[in-house]
């Protein structure tokens, strides 16, 4: 029989209940399943997480702000330690260590919590629309620090949708972070924390991750996944390399299979290798009572171009929406299912230009696909829109268009737009 395959999410409303009703305060039960449109087939490790640790986490970001030593800018965070190729487990008479704890404990500073808080419309009992607030958790990895912030990567879909973003560190200190740039078609991002917002004493605690060589992976070599599993903090399990150049739907590229628990809350989170060295980014996991033990990470030298990119963009703040620029289109999403069956890019398909717009004065025209906006992947109108929250109207952008050629092929322009008032 065909394997059926769910998302794993865990929601609350403002009272800190499920919709039917149950508290979240108390263990978990077995989580509703449905299916995302973007990814059918597989569960994105992202869970909805409780109040409590938001009010904690609220909590510390005040008292930082108003109580510490914000000294951070003149400091640089250390590089993690690594170990010489490690053996899972070792024993010496009645004693049994494992290199595990010593890999765990020189990479965990480099780890972090990440929270997305967003308002999302749901439909209420007497069949109207209200907004509710929801707070998702995932993962992060330091990967490195400029002069003003220090940069973390993670999954998209941790930190897509967000109206706030909290990092929370290894001493469970929290601050607040903003986007540096997201890459929706490969699952990738990297926020962006400013050291005037971190203590001096947290930056003694964290490190900065040391990446490996995925391209080197030997299927049956040990694996350690750090994550931040159901929202609860930093937990680490192991495993194997089960397969390397695996593909998923709904994500680009190849990807690596481990049999190392990848749970609800680990994504964005660090696979490692025996040495402690960062390998993959924790994605994703077949989610189905048929199967067990496949988890998927995307490996980091795959995609250490693409995190570069983001890495190097302007930090994104978000514009009041009254002064917030249109490109002036009708947009339809190209799905991958859609991009197989009509050999079309995923993005968004233009279906009206706005006449007298930024895009219709930019020479955009119907049947063109929309793909990237300022070096950042869009996957759909979804993205795009959340994209251009950052931009102001009259502001000029820079899109990534693939246009149809007679012979039924595309071809990819970069376009500039002059962003515009919405229309009426």
Not at 139 to 163: C, M, P, R, Y
Not at 191 to 198: F, Q, R, Y
Not at 269 to 294: R, S, Y
Request: aromatic letters at 4%; a negative charge.
């Amino acid at each position: 029989m065909e394997n059926q395959y769910t998302y794993y999410e865990y929601q609350q409303n403002q009272n800190g209940e499920q919709p039917g009703g149950e508290n979240l305060h108390t263990p978990p039960k077995k989580p509703k399943k449905t299916t995302p449109k973007w990814m059918k087939t597989v569960g994105l490790a992202v869970v909805f997480g409780v109040v409590a640790s938001f009010v904690f986490q609220a909590g510390n970001i005040l008292g930082d702000h108003f109580l510490g030593d914000l000294t951070g800018r003149n400091q640089t965070a250390k590089a993690t330690a690594t170990v010489n190729e490690a053996q899972l487990t070792k024993s010496s008479d009645s004693t049994v260590t494992s290199d595990v704890a010593e890999i765990t404990k020189n990479v965990m500073p480099s780890v972090v919590s990440i929270t997305n808080m967003s308002v999302q419309q749901v439909q209420n009992f007497f069949g109207g629309v209200q907004e509710q607030q929801s707070e998702s958790a995932g993962s992060g990895i330091i990967i490195g620090q400029n002069d003003k912030e220090l940069l973390i990567a993670t999954n998209n879909h941790v930190v897509e949708g967000n109206d706030t973003l909290t990092v929370s560190f290894i001493d469970e200190k929290s601050v607040e972070a903003n986007i540096k740039g997201t890459d929706a078609n490969r699952d990738l991002a990297v926020v962006a924390v400013s050291l005037d917002h971190i203590s001096k004493a947290t930056m003694d605690e964290i490190a900065v991750a040391t990446l490996g060589d995925s391209s080197q992976l030997q299927v049956g070599e040990p694996a350690i996944a750090i994550g931040n599993a159901l929202g609860y903090g930093q937990s680490v399990t192991t495993g194997i390399i089960s397969a390397t150049n695996r593909t998923l739907d709904g994500i680009d590229g190849k990807l690596i299979q481990t049999d190392a628990a990848i749970n609800p809350g680990n994504s964005g989170g660090a696979l490692l290798n025996a040495k402690g060295e960062v390998i993959g980014i924790n994605t994703a996991k077949v989610a189905t009572d048929a199967v067990e033990g496949m988890g998927y990470a995307i490996p980091i030298s795959d995609a250490g171009d693409i995190i570069n990119n983001l890495m190097n963009q302007e930090t994104k703040t978000k514009v009041a929406e009254k002064d917030r620029g249109y490109i002036g289109i009708s947009g339809v999403d190209v799905t991958p299912d859609s991009a197989k069956m009509y050999n079309m890019p995923t993005g968004v398909y233009i279906s009206e230009v706005q006449k007298n717009g930024g895009a219709d004065e930019a020479g955009l025209t119907k049947g063109m696909v929309i793909t990237g906006i300022n070096g950042s992947s869009v996957d759909g109108m979804t993205a795009l829109q959340e994209q251009l929250q950052y931009y102001e109207k009259g502001e000029t952008v820079t899109l990534t268009v693939q246009t149809p050629t007679k012979e039924g092929e595309y071809e990819e322009s970069q376009v500039e737009v002059t962003l515009g008032s919405r229309a009426k």
